[in-house]
T-cell receptor, first 114, second 113 residues
Framework: DAGITQSPRHKVTETGTPVTLRCHQT?????MYWYRQDPGHGLRLIHY???????DKGEVSDGYSVSRSKTEDFLLTLESATSSQTSVYFC????FGQGNTEAFFGQGTRLTVV | DQQVKQNSPSLSVQEGRISILNCDYT??????FLWYKKYPAEGPTFLIS?????DKNEDGRFTVFLNKSAKHLSLHIVPSQPGDSAVYFC????????????FGTGTRLQVTL
């Protein structure tokens, strides 16, 4: 198993509160990603990182920000959580960025915004 | 705009028979295709991949076929086993895009005894 740890695994939060999800890897991979999974949509990319302090937006980035101050950690922040952000969030890592390589996923964080 | 489509939400197959999961894509820039398997409450697990320079890739019981002209790929599982029951996601990426993946909506495979 790829060394990817997501925390917390489950969280319930109130609308309007800030939330930070953490992804920690022990593989020293350069590329890290945050995806969300929702019924009928598969997994969709929120943000990704191609190095320390290098991040970019994905398909569904509105309402989310990320930070990567160390190779091993990639944080996803919901500045002011909304009910539409209730989802399962997956972190992924990839060794290369050319496209012809697989990504490995963490076990997910189930976030409920009430 | 769904660039990767899995039109069958579910599939039921008897143990020992072949399972065929299908995937279509619309973006001609995609050149690498992957299949992931997902159990409930777990993250997706990489299963098998294929580059656009190939039309077939095999790994044990799993074979992926790619038809570029039709923008279609399929995953064959032979023989199917009860432990194969899971949701299968097709994903695609394009060269030079930081290995970002575009996923289909998934097909739930149930292998019955």
């Amino acid at each position: 198993d790829a060394g990817i740890t997501q925390s917390p695994r489950h969280k319930v939060t109130e609308t309007g509160t800030p939330v930070t999800l953490r992804c920690h890897q022990t593989e020293n991979h350069r590329y890290m990603y945050w995806y969300r999974q929702d019924p009928g949509h598969g997994l969709r990319l929120i943000h990704y990182s191609y190095g320390v302090k290098d991040t970019d937006k994905g398909e569904v980035s509105d309402g989310y920000s990320v930070s990567r101050s160390k190779t091993e950690d990639f944080l996803l922040t919901l500045e002011s959580a909304t009910s539409s952000q209730t989802s399962v969030y997956f972190c992924a890592i990839s060794k290369f960025g050319q496209g012809n390589t697989e990504a490995f996923f963490g076990q997910g964080t189930r976030l409920t915004v009430v | 705009d769904q660039q990767v489509k899995q039109n069958s939400p579910s599939l039921s197959v008897q143990e020992g028979r072949i399972s065929i999961l299908n995937c279509d894509y619309t973006n001609s820039m995609f050149d690498y295709f992957l299949w992931y398997k997902k159990y409930p409450a777990e993250g997706p697990t990489f299963l098998i991949s294929i580059s656009s320079i190939k039309d077939k890739n095999e790994d044990g019981r799993f074979t992926v076929f790619l038809n570029k002209s039709a923008k279609h790929l399929s995953l064959h599982i032979v023989p199917s086993q009860p432990g194969d029951s899971a949701v299968y996601f097709c994903a695609a990426s394009a060269a030079g895009t930081a290995s970002k993946l575009t996923f289909g909506t998934g097909t739930r495979l149930q292998v019955t005894l």
